[in-house]
């Protein structure tokens, strides 16, 4: 068979992708859902318009790329410093985020995709937070792809958690073990505390792509920007008219960008 045939069979929708191989895709993938409100109110009249189109828009991409090789895809949908926003769009965007879920869910499971939510539970409605809990719990088993939905995350934010449940681990510590020295104490925080800590699945690392519409800038992302991350800017382009070649594109710069990477 030919080897053309092969790859449009394997990467199927992603005819610039066939002479990949799996180790050249990125694992973990970052889309920042940027720019429904312009696009609401250009199409609409309403930007508030623009945030159900963006959640269509997720879905169709989720599903265009489940046959590409990568561990991780991530969609942020709400950032720390959106809570800003007037309340009605809040409230809007809560409401869809909780229905999405759950209109998605079924098929998330039968996938065999493991559903991560990143971010706090603390401050969103508590029907949007139980919605979270139950296809995280639901998928847990799963072992296929892994779909991440960033909603109250920012990057100050998560640091600020972060620094508060490393004083609680340090002091809980202390109290148990009061024979070891400030240095000991300290030392227990390493790597592999910080990613159990940092993601609440322990299964994630910092993206290896971040994909932007709208505008050159990364935001309050944190910790999911790490030193190898690439970032591909679609600056004339919002979210909602965001396609498969867009992200085909993305994939071919990254490729083209981390062969040359650290040498």
Same mark, same amino acid.
């Given at each position: 068979?030919d080897?053309r045939?092969?790859?449009? &069979?394997?990467y199927q929708? *992603?005819p610039?992708?066939n002479?990949?191989?799996?180790?050249?895709?990125?694992?973990?993938? =970052?889309?920042?859902?940027d720019?429904?409100?312009? @696009?609401?109110?250009?199409h *609409?009249?309403?930007?508030?318009a623009?945030?159900? &189109?963006?959640a269509?828009?997720?879905?169709?991409l989720?599903r265009?790329?489940?046959?590409l090789?990568?561990? +991780?895809?991530?969609?942020?949908? *709400?950032a720390?410093?959106?809570?800003?926003?007037d %309340?009605d &769009?809040?409230?809007?965007?809560?409401?869809?985020?909780m229905?999405?879920?759950?209109q998605?869910?079924? #098929?998330? #499971?039968?996938?065999? !995709?493991?559903?991560v939510?990143?971010?706090?539970k603390?401050? =969103?409605?508590?029907d949007l937070?139980?919605?979270?809990?139950?296809?995280?719990?639901?998928?847990?088993?799963?072992?296929?792809?892994?779909?991440? +939905?960033?909603?109250?995350f920012?990057?100050?934010d998560?640091? !600020?958690?972060?620094?508060?449940?490393t004083?609680?681990?340090? =002091?809980q510590?202390a109290?148990?073990l009061?024979?070891?020295s #400030?240095?000991?104490?300290?030392?227990?925080v390493?790597?592999?505390w910080?990613?159990?800590?940092r993601?609440?699945s322990?299964i994630?690392?910092?993206?290896d792509?971040i994909?932007r519409p709208?505008?050159y800038? %990364?935001?309050?992302i944190g910790?999911?920007?790490?030193?190898? %991350?690439e !970032? @591909?800017?679609?600056?004339?382009?919002?979210f909602?008219?965001?396609?498969?070649?867009?992200?085909?594109?993305a =994939?071919l710069?990254?490729?083209?960008?981390?062969?040359?990477?650290?040498?």
């Amino acid at each position: 068979m030919d080897e053309r045939i092969r790859g449009a &069979e394997r990467y199927q929708g *992603f005819p610039a992708l066939n002479n990949l191989e799996p180790s050249d895709f990125p694992g973990h993938t =970052i889309i920042v859902m940027d720019g429904n409100r312009h @696009f609401g109110q250009e199409h *609409f009249g309403d930007k508030l318009a623009g945030h159900p &189109e963006g959640a269509k828009t997720a879905v169709k991409l989720l599903r265009a790329s489940l046959p590409l090789p990568g561990r +991780a895809l991530t969609f942020w949908g *709400f950032a720390a410093d959106n809570w800003r926003r007037d %309340t009605d &769009e809040v409230d809007q965007l809560m409401t869809l985020m909780m229905s999405t879920v759950q209109q998605n869910a079924a #098929e998330i #499971e039968r996938l065999g !995709i493991k559903f991560v939510h990143l971010g706090r539970k603390d401050r =969103i409605p508590e029907d949007l937070a139980t919605s979270l809990r139950e296809v995280e719990e639901a998928t847990q088993g799963n072992d296929g792809k892994v779909l991440c +939905a960033a909603i109250d995350f920012g990057g100050t934010d998560q640091d !600020i958690l972060l620094n508060q449940q490393t004083a609680r681990t340090a =002091i809980q510590i202390a109290r148990t073990l009061p024979h070891l020295s #400030e240095d000991e104490i300290a030392r227990t925080v390493d790597a592999e505390w910080l990613k159990q800590n940092r993601d609440p699945s322990g299964i994630l690392g910092p993206a290896d792509l971040i994909i932007r519409p709208q505008h050159y800038r %990364t935001s309050d992302i944190g910790w999911l920007n790490g030193p190898a %991350t690439e !970032i @591909f800017f679609l600056p004339e382009l919002q979210f909602p008219e965001m396609g498969p070649q867009h992200l085909e594109a993305a =994939i071919l710069q990254y490729t083209r960008d981390t062969q040359n990477y650290g040498k």
